[in-house]
């Protein structure tokens, strides 16, 4: 008796010509995803013979699952993540779609080509998150609908249409990642209904089968954070198997089964199937008359016939999504489903030799002759890319300009101040004298909006929320900070989590894009934890997102915090990020001229992110001399926002020019009035962005488009002198400055952990008090 073929199941079910049409399209998606990466490896010339690398086996076992979301559920509004190996599967959806010109198919990870992991900005079809930094992408649309509803949320820009949903396609191995419990964990996640996450569960990951996948655990770890939980487990195969006599036990046998063992059932022949798969339980020989009735095929295909792989077990499951929580979907499947590496333990990166990607050919009526043809217009496939690219065509975005931000709002501190209260302080400035800009802004915090001098903008614009709640201290006298929550807020406050907080920043930074409505997004977190939050930031900066990420307190000028909270890489941190632009003011009104060309260069094409590393030092202000002619403000305001600006020129040629960067600035002056004295002249430069400095060096050398005209203003030829660099930070981030002028050169800074003390004590520690700078400037000089 050999088994009766699967019936059409009514609906949610998909009808049976509809799934031969599907099945039609898979196979096609499939031929293009192995034929993109096998012409990558194995056609494309390739003189240096480097591995060009590409991931057919990762592929495959996402096939079926794209191609019912694209083909079946998928709408304009949607925006999908995909998993990083699963780009050429990606693609070919896109170039059957009609998004994709024939001719990128060749060029998977060639320059100027298909990108190795799907990208925003540099892929040349349509792609609604960047990824490939494990976590980083399937944790995006989590924060991409916050963005979204904010948006929507603001009466002055209000989105256009539905909000769609966020997929994320995600590989089992990637939860494994701590980004992304760190989301699904967040108190605010739990209520986006508009999350679904899609977990390709096919229990392989680099190196070897995993071992114990706890699938189970898993799902109650989502379920006990609020998710509505589904499980695609098994096709229909095998689910009428398990209504036939033996067909419990069989069940049995699969669910208790090591994930190893059953890995190794699909690379048996069906002889071997009939030996192996009943086992050696009290159910084995009931599992062993079920299995005589099936033939060879039969017999094969059951084995594998994992839920994942079914269009009707997956329609049903895309059908049952709960849009008032988040879901997840865990879809068994096979790594390598259909390819001749299916289920090996090694299959990861493996190629298909020509032979076997012949043989795959005839096997889905492909031609390696011609492996870019679509199916025939009017083929059942062919008529459904045509319907679906109808469907998911969207409007182009309409990006609106960003409100426009002053570059001074005309203020002069005075008496004492920290470039950290300068932030709050220009935030509420900003909301009388530029309201528009003010309403654009939107800050985040991880739980520290109130020790980062946030409170003041807290209190005036609110704290934002999907729904209004009260404020059950609104009437306590001795309460400061007041937390209204409303949808009208412009603060965000997440966990103590600051992948999290950067996640949302980039999304945020991304509205002007994706529904072409701009934010000013900040967001403010301790410095020292900034080097927590740069992959994710940086991922968001590839993937297009403009923002503002400000580190506050930074250094060892946080002295009574210790070595643990006093940072000292982050200076040079900002100097090497890619699209971004880093200040590290030492007075307010630098902190407020930075603040502000940073919030004038978000929101629009072509803009860039940007990192101010703030202190909680208090500094005499009286020491920025502001001067008060208002031509001779601009003119100190944009050589502050280029990089730098001389603080203190001497009447004569110098003989030193201390460049001080920061919270350390008051030092250099001292230090320099104490070489005036001796007989030294001395010119004093503040650095505020030490960045921009190299970007000029650079487009001086011929190399970038910096504005080197900074270089002659703050360190002319005519006055080249020894150079002493100080800064509350790594010394290496300044010293590049020597090479403007080639002269001689030291370079003051910290380089080892601190430690708690009072100030002074701290920076005599790490040879950052004038003492040190004089006797260094003497050495030099």
């Known amino acids: 008796m050999t088994i009766a073929p699967p019936t059409a199941l009514d609906p949610p079910g998909v009808p049976a010509d509809r799934e031969a049409a599907l099945r039609e399209v898979e196979d096609r998606v499939l031929w293009l995803a192995t034929a993109i990466v096998h012409h990558a490896n194995r056609v494309r010339p390739n003189p240096t013979g480097l591995k060009v690398g590409g991931h057919q086996a990762s592929c495959a076992s996402m096939t079926t699952i794209m191609t019912a979301l694209w083909f079946g559920h998928l709408r304009p509004q949607d925006r999908v993540s995909v998993k990083p190996h699963a780009s050429p599967v990606l693609h070919a959806i896109n170039y059957l779609l009609g998004g994709l010109d024939e001719r990128y198919l060749t ?5 100027g080509g298909l990108q190795s992991y799907p990208s925003r900005t540099k892929d040349p079809d349509p792609v609604d998150y960047s990824t490939g930094s494990v976590g980083i992408g399937a ?37 494994d990642e701590g980004a992304c419990w760190e989301a699904i964990l967040d108190p605010m996640v739990s209520r986006l209904g508009e999350v679904c996450w899609i977990v390709d569960l096919n229990r392989q990951s680099l190196d070897r089968v995993v071992p114990d996948t706890g699938a189970h655990r898993l799902q109650d770890m989502f379920a006990a954070a609020g998710w509505q939980v589904l499980t695609v487990k098994y096709g229909r195969l095998l689910s009428e198997l398990f209504d036939r006599p033996g067909g419990g036990e069989l069940r049995r046998r699969l669910d208790t089964m090591p994930n190893p063992e059953y890995q190794r059932l699909l690379r048996c022949t069906p002889q071997q199937l009939r030996t192996r798969l009943p086992g050696t339980g009290p159910g084995a020989d009931a599992v062993a008359g079920l299995l005589d009735t099936l033939d060879d095929t039969a017999l094969h295909s059951a084995v594998r016939n994992l839920g994942g792989h079914d269009h009707a077990a997956l329609d049903a499951a895309l059908s049952d999504i709960d849009d008032t929580r988040p879901t997840v979907i865990f879809a068994y499947t096979v790594k390598g489903r259909g390819l001749a590496t299916e289920g090996h333990p090694q299959n990861h990166s493996s190629l298909l030799t020509s032979e076997q990607f012949g043989e795959l050919a005839d096997r889905l009526g492909a031609s390696t002759g011609d492996p870019w043809a679509r199916p025939a217009a009017d083929s059942a496939a062919g008529r459904l890319c045509a319907e679906t690219a109808e469907r998911l065509r969207r409007a182009p975005v309409r990006v609106q300009e960003p409100p426009p931000v002053p570059a001074d709002l005309g203020r002069t501190p005075s008496g004492t101040g920290t470039t950290q209260a300068a932030l709050g302080r220009t935030l509420l400035d900003l909301t009388r004298k530029a309201p528009e800009a003010a309403a654009a802004v939107v800050t985040l915090s991880p739980d520290v909006s109130s020790s980062t001098n946030l409170g003041g903008w807290i209190n005036k614009v609110g704290v934002w929320s999907p729904d209004e709640r009260r404020d059950w201290f609104d009437d306590d006298p ?60 940086s991922f968001g900066i590839y993937a297009g997102g403009q923002s503002i990420l400000v580190g506050t307190p930074g250094g060892v000028s946080l002295a009574p915090e210790g070595g643990a909270h006093q940072s000292v890489s982050t200076p040079s941190v900002g100097l090497e990020q890619p699209g971004c632009t880093a200040y590290e003011p030492a007075f307010a009104i630098d902190a ?51 990089g730098a600006y001389t603080l203190r020129r001497s009447e004569e040629a110098p003989r030193l020019t201390i460049a001080a960067m920061g919270a350390v600035t008051p030092e250099a002056l001292a230090a320099a009035d104490r070489l005036a004295v001796l007989g030294i002249p001395v010119d004093v430069v503040c650095v505020t962005g030490p960045g921009l400095l190299f970007e000029a060096v650079q487009a001086r050398a011929g190399r970038g488009e910096g504005a080197d005209w900074i270089l002659d203003a703050v360190l002319p030829a005519h006055r080249a002198a020894p150079l002493l660099t100080v800064l509350d930070g790594h ?24 430690q708690s003390g009072d100030l002074d004590q701290v920076y005599r520690h790490h040879g950052l008090d004038a003492d040190s700078i004089v006797a260094a400037a003497l050495d030099l000089s």
Do not use: C, K, M
């Open 107 to 111: 060029t998977l990870r060639s320059f």
């Open 731 to 754: 010394p290496h981030t300044l010293a590049f400055l020597a090479g403007v002028n080639r002269v001689r050169s030291r370079h003051l800074g910290v380089t080892e952990f601190g």
């Open 478 to 537: 001795e309460t400061i900070l007041h937390w209204r929550e409303r949808p009208t807020g412009r603060h965000i406050e997440l966990g103590i989590a600051e992948t999290n907080l950067v996640g949302l920043l980039g999304e945020l930074g991304a509205t002007w894009s994706r529904w072409g409505r701009p934010l000013l997004p900040i967001g403010v977190l301790y410095d020292p934890f900034v080097e927590r939050a740069l992959e994710p930031w």
């Open 592 to 642: 407020e001229w930075t603040l502000l060309a940073a919030l004038a260069g978000l929101g629009r094409p072509g803009g860039r992110s940007f990192y101010l590393r703030l202190s909680t030092r208090p500094v005499d202000q009286a020491l920025a001399a502001v001067p008060e002619d208002p031509a001779a403000r601009e003119h100190r305001r944009r050589q502050a926002v280029a």
């Open 139 to 175: 944790t995006a649309p989590v924060w991409g609908a916050l963005a979204r509803r904010y948006v929507g949320s603001r009466q002055e820009w209000e989105a256009d249409g539905a909000p769609g949903r966020q997929y994320s396609l995600v590989g089992d191995a990637e939860l």
